[in-house]
């Protein structure tokens, strides 16, 4: 996902993205310790969404 596209979201729309994307981490996690997972690269792509969420959050926060 694009940055372009989260900075359109609403704060509820990013709390349901960061918290899907910490949901998929977890799973990710699990799956790499118990056996091999299909695509690697998945858990990069989800730890940089939720940095990504965090950081536009925090962002937004600090301008209210």
């Keep these: 996902m694009k940055v372009r596209d989260l ?3 609403s704060d ?3 709390e349901m993205t960061a ?3 910490a949901e ?3 799973r990710l996690r699990i799956q790499s310790e ?3 997972l ?3 690269s998945q858990l990069r792509r989800n730890r940089r969404l939720i940095a990504q969420v ?3 959050q925090t962002q937004r926060a600090s301008t209210k």
């Design 7 to 9: 900075r359109e979201m």
């Design 34 to 36: 118990t056996e091999r």
């Design 38 to 40: 299909d695509v690697p």
């Design 24 to 26: 998929t981490m977890f």
């Design 19 to 21: 918290r899907e994307a």
């Design 12 to 14: 509820e729309q990013l």
């Design 54 to 56: 965090r950081t536009l």
